[in-house]
């Protein structure tokens, strides 16, 4: 059952109209007082959508104030409040006080009953003492696909018991249309989470449009995202597809959303809002038809703090959260890492199969590994590759220069194996592994600029990675964990 709670007649019935029309029970209260009676008594109430003012007073007091009463008598009751572009700072104060989201009036029927859909399925079903929660929602919704196995997903991930807690939140929000921010250092996986996300849901055969916001120049932002028409600009030379029509029908994927403008922000909140936008150059509105999936490796809260991020937005990506730990933080997922990367890298190169020792997983596991699993994949594929190009020890018969293709070739393998599988020891991984600076953690106080800033540690961190690595910034971005973008805004800020 859904609570409406307005002190406008016209709005209660038209509500009630729409969602009855849809298979929803619904209650209507006029006010506060009412509203609460409902629901003290009711325990059938499984969503209440609210206005924030009932009175000629616009503070929207009265609003917040029911809402902290709900609260108290059912903390787990999703909340939707109901309000006018003027009063989204109001709505915003909602969102810290516990709402579930907000919708701006006057609405879009389509958007609203995907927001309580989304709100119902989401919310955890834990009934008041000696109630009953009856779900009345419609339930002809697409199943939720299985898990093949406890530690992968559908897109490839891997891990352990803290990758399962993850998957399984994943496979409860995945077939709804709520937007999920996934955050966690660079390195731990997002992308692959939110890939799961997508193959999880009712928009798995759509497309899935995977968009680096940290690569983005603001003033190429709406051009980028929406499009824009031939001539809407002086190098406007023909039509352009915007990120959103692409992803019609599927999920769009912002990463780094952390590293947008304030100008930006503005923007997209707007297409989350109303579910519009227009293309440069056309003065028609299109609607948007995407499921959103946001990821950065930025503290959001802080930036909020900061004010450079805007915190309307922050709550409108943020209706559902995943953090993805540290490596550090799930060391015993290392194993199966590797496992994992050493197969995927041996049919990759048509190597034998590879495993590595127990020795060489205890040194793995000491390590920092600041980079995440990102870094542990590029070490793991390393050692193997290096590997594969030793000299192999008599007897083989070395009658020509030795690569990896011929290697594969070679009958028997001479490296030290069992079972027919190459054995990567402690000492392989050793020698090539390279600890370099991370800008995920903390640096070394060294001299020079600043004496020891922080701007003067990140610049020499990301001097000496540049020169270890020969200048090759894709390189140098992911031993730093940063993207392509934001290495390039960082040379430019420091002038190397």
């Not at 929803?24 to 499984?46: C, D």
């Not at 389509?110 to 119902?120: D, F, K, M, N, Q």
């Not at 190009?389 to 293709?405: E, G, N, Q």
Request: net charge neutral; proline share 6%.
């Amino acid at each position: 059952m859904i609570l409406v709670v307005d002190d406008d007649k016209n709005i209660r019935l038209s509500l009630k109209l729409i969602l009855e029309r849809n298979g929803y029970e619904v209650a209507l209260a006029e006010g506060p007082k009412e509203a609460i009676q409902v629901v003290r008594n009711t325990p059938a109430v499984e969503l209440v959508l609210m206005d924030l003012n009932y009175t000629r007073a616009t503070d929207g007091e009265e609003g917040l104030t029911l809402l902290r009463q709900v609260k108290v008598f059912r903390p787990d009751l999703p909340c939707i409040l109901m309000t006018a572009w003027g009063t989204i700072d109001l709505a915003v104060k909602g969102m810290r006080a516990g709402a579930f989201d907000f919708i701006t009036k006057p609405w879009d029927n389509g958007v609203l009953l995907e927001r309580i859909e989304t709100a119902i399925k989401v919310a955890p079903p834990s009934p008041p003492k000696g109630g009953t929660i009856v779900h009345t929602h419609k339930t002809n919704e697409a199943p939720i696909p299985e898990q093949s196995s406890p530690t992968r997903s559908l897109s490839g991930a891997v891990g352990g018991a803290s990758l399962s807690d993850i998957l399984a939140t994943v496979a409860r929000v995945a077939p709804t249309n709520a937007p999920v921010l996934i955050t966690g250092e660079s390195g731990t996986g997002k992308e692959l989470i939110a890939e799961a996300i997508h193959r999880q849901s009712r928009r798995a055969n759509g497309p899935f449009v995977k968009v680096n916001l940290g690569g983005i120049s603001t003033s190429l932002f709406e051009s980028e995202m929406f499009g824009h028409k031939k001539g809407a600009f002086t190098d406007a030379k023909a039509d352009r597809t915007g990120r959103f029509e692409m992803a019609k029908g599927g999920t769009i994927f912002l990463d780094e959303i952390g590293e947008l403008s304030l100008a930006s922000q503005v923007k997209l909140l707007r297409v989350l809002q109303d579910q519009t936008y227009e293309v440069l150059g056309d003065s028609e509105t299109r609607r948007t038809d995407v499921r959103v999936v946001c990821a950065t490796n930025a503290d959001l809260r802080a930036m909020v703090e900061e004010k450079t991020f805007r915190e309307d937005l922050f709550y409108r990506i943020n209706i559902i959260s995943l953090h993805l730990p540290p490596l550090r933080d799930r060391r015993e997922d290392i194993p199966l890492l590797v496992d994992h990367f050493l197969s995927m890298a041996c049919e990759a190169n048509r190597l034998p199969l590879a495993k590595a020792t127990t020795e060489a997983i205890s040194y793995l596991q000491t390590l920092p590994f600041p980079g995440n699993i990102r870094e542990l994949k590029n070490l793991v594929e390393r050692a193997l590759l290096m590997k594969g190009t030793d000299p192999p020890p008599a007897p083989f018969p070395l009658t020509r220069p030795l690569d990896l293709w011929s290697l594969a070739r070679q009958e028997p393998v001479a490296f030290p194996c069992e079972g027919g599988e190459w054995l990567l020891t402690a000492a392989d991984f050793r020698s090539n592994y390279s600890s370099v600076p991370s800008l995920s953690t903390p640096l070394p106080q060294q001299g020079g600029v600043g004496g020891g800033s922080l701007s003067s540690m990140e610049r020499s961190a990301i001097a000496a990675c540049i020169a270890k690595l020969g200048g090759n910034l894709s390189l140098v971005a992911k031993e730093l964990g940063i993207s392509r973008g934001a290495l390039y805004r960082k040379i430019e800020k420091y002038g190397l």
